[in-house]
């Protein structure tokens, strides 16, 4: 695309966003589901978990990294992590993690390029981290959970793993 069509196609959607219409819906959704969701992905852009699932765009809290590489030992991710859950508890809603992987199908060269077009290696590091969750949080915790997504890419379906 070229820079003009990305800036309006960005515009187009931040409109579509803050429209009443937008608002509502996610307020209505997040009252049928008052589960608080962070989604662990990598900064591919064919993932896409709104348009994927359904869900409202504004409802999952997103966190990029190249590969969906992440440390909850990271300072400042770890405090990102612990605020949205504090703030999750304080509203008397529970929190999921989804620790996601991606891959192709079709074509491994359209999978992950963060874990060098290997799937064993983008869902083992989902594995990991998932784990780090278990962890840190424990693994009976109401407030806090984890679980593994695979994402496959060429259909836009998704792969519950454990």
């Not at 662990?40 to 999952?60: A, E, Q, V, W």
């Not at 809290?61 to 300072?75: Q, T």
């Not at 504090?86 to 992987?101: D, H, I, K, N």
């Amino acid at each position: 695309m070229l820079k003009k069509e990305i800036i309006a196609l960005n515009k187009e959607r931040s409109d579509d966003y803050c429209t009443p219409s937008a608002r509502d819906a996610r307020a209505m959704y997040a009252s049928i589901h008052p589960t608080n969701i962070l989604v662990f992905k990598c900064m591919d852009g064919r993932i896409n978990l709104p348009l994927i699932t359904g869900i409202p765009m504004g409802i999952l809290h997103p966190f990029r990294h190249i590969g969906g590489k992440f440390v909850l030992g990271d300072p400042y991710l770890g405090r990102l992590v612990l605020d949205e859950k504090e703030s999750a508890v304080r509203q008397g809603r529970p929190s999921l993690a989804l620790c996601t992987y991606h891959y192709s199908k079709g074509d491994a060269h359209r999978g992950c390029a963060g874990h060098a077009y290997d799937t064993n290696s983008a869902r083992n590091g989902a594995i990991a981290h998932k784990q780090e969750f278990d962890k840190v949080f424990g693994t009976n915790n109401p407030a806090m959970a984890a679980i593994i997504l695979g994402i496959e890419t060429d259909e836009d379906s998704l792969i519950f793993t454990n």
